[in-house]
């Protein structure tokens, strides 16, 4: 298994630019999330979804658009980059909401800089 | 509104010592406590999480410690090694949302030879 895959691993945008991000996973697990990481701040959660067809928002969704068309893919959009979405972006897994299998798998990350 | 609070912010411990990283929550629906450990230019990775049923939870060197009347939960790292030195995450969620964490801020251990 590649377990959680994201693309690019780099990306520089411009302020007013649109990209995707994007995330797969091969475990057939039926919960995704995007998170973004800064400085000193943790992770915070952008979108989840627990299933394919379904997405719901998290703590910061502004200037962001999710779907989930299949388990395996899940999308991150930017529809109209900013320099305060200068970030590192991770996806992560889970199989169940269960005891262990409750544990979340987290891509590599992708670092996103807006000029 | 920080709903779950780590500290110190940054450790160094000496080779063989105990580093301890100190969590606090505030919503008491939280029943899920995840410690997730990551490495410079890595995702996190999952290391020890528990559920409020239970007071500690060991696996090798590392334990957390739940103290729900407290509303708080530490994570000890026992005979700390140079390969430990890394970021530490505390992280917490609701009932069947364990996809949705709320992490705490991070502390960045160093552990010396």
């Known amino acids: 298994n590649a377990g959680v895959t994201q693309t690019p691993k780099f990306q520089v945008l411009k302020t007013g630019q649109s990209m995707t991000l994007q995330c797969a996973q091969d475990?057939?697990?039926?919960?995704m999330s995007w998170y973004r990481q800064d400085p000193g701040m943790g992770l915070r959660l952008i979108h989840y979804?627990?299933?394919?067809?379904?997405?719901d928002q998290g703590e910061v969704p502004n200037g962001y658009n999710v779907s989930r068309s299949t388990t395996e893919d899940f999308p991150l959009r930017l529809l109209s980059a900013a320099p305060s979405q200068t970030s590192v972006y991770f996806c992560?897994?889970?199989?169940?909401?269960?005891?262990?299998?409750?544990?979340?798998?987290f891509g590599p990350g992708t670092r996103l800089t807006v000029t | 509104q920080q709903q779950v609070k780590q500290s110190p912010q940054s450790l160094i411990v000496q080779k063989g010592g105990i580093s301890i990283i100190n969590c606090a929550y505030e919503?008491?629906?939280?029943?899920?406590f995840p410690w997730y450990q990551q490495f410079p230019g890595k995702g996190p990775a999952l290391l020890i999480a528990?559920?409020?049923?239970?007071s500690e939870k060991k696996e090798g060197r590392f334990t957390i410690s739940f103290n729900k009347s407290a509303k708080q939960f530490s994570l000890h790292i026992m005979d700390s090694q140079p390969g430990d030195s890394a970021t530490y995450f505390c992280?917490?969620?609701?009932?069947?949302?364990?996809?949705?964490?709320?992490f705490g801020s991070g502390t960045r251990l160093l552990v010396r030879p």
């Open positions: 528990i559920r409020p049923d239970v």
């Open positions: 992560a897994s889970s199989y169940s909401i269960f005891g262990s299998r409750a544990e979340q798998y």
């Open positions: 919503n008491t629906a939280f029943d899920y």
């Open positions: 992280a917490a969620s609701g009932p069947d949302s364990s996809y949705k964490l709320i």
């Open positions: 979804s627990v299933g394919a067809g379904i997405t």
């Open positions: 475990m057939n697990h039926e919960y």
